[in-house]
């Protein structure tokens, strides 16, 4: 079964043990995929379209306790994800990458913002970017303020 991503954050929950999340949460799950796409091309299949990144959807951030949290809807191929920032409506800048989807804890956010410049209480905006497993970056989600009231993740 392939398994979508969730509306909020991270996957759908389906723990049966016969779950499969494209492209592979993984390196070892890309490699997977990889090779079933291989050995599908050699049973006369055709090859699997290069799919472009679309951007991140839904992405929320709410200030907590520990910083600002961020979390977004994941864009499938994407393998990883780079979280941008930016202060009183200058240059985002890039505040982490290699950020997954995979794991997502009860309500809290897929990925915490926990620097000094977080915690100040400035006005901050955040965009995420989904990567492909080449590299490629998506266009960038529409960048979204931080929101002042705390939530249950704080």
Excluded: C
Aim: charged share 25%; glycine share 10%.
């Amino acid at each position: 079964m392939i398994v979508p991503h969730a509306d909020d954050a991270g996957f759908v929950a389906h723990d049966d043990g016969f779950q499969y999340l494209f492209p592979g949460r993984t390196d070892d799950e890309r490699a997977r995929t990889a090779t079933l796409q291989a050995f599908a091309q050699q049973m006369g299949a055709p090859a699997a379209p290069q799919l472009p990144v679309p951007r991140p959807a839904k992405v929320t951030v709410t200030r907590t306790s520990e910083g600002v949290g961020v979390s977004w809807r994941g864009a499938a191929p994407a393998v990883s994800y780079t979280i941008q920032r930016r202060e009183d409506g200058g240059d985002f800048e890039t505040v982490a990458e290699d950020v997954t989807d995979t794991e997502v804890s009860d309500g809290k956010p897929l990925w915490t913002d926990t620097s000094a410049k977080a915690r100040s209480g400035d006005d901050l905006e955040y965009r995420v970017r989904g990567v492909a497993e080449d590299g490629e970056q998506s266009t960038p989600s529409p960048g979204v303020a931080v929101n002042d009231s705390p939530t249950a993740a704080s």
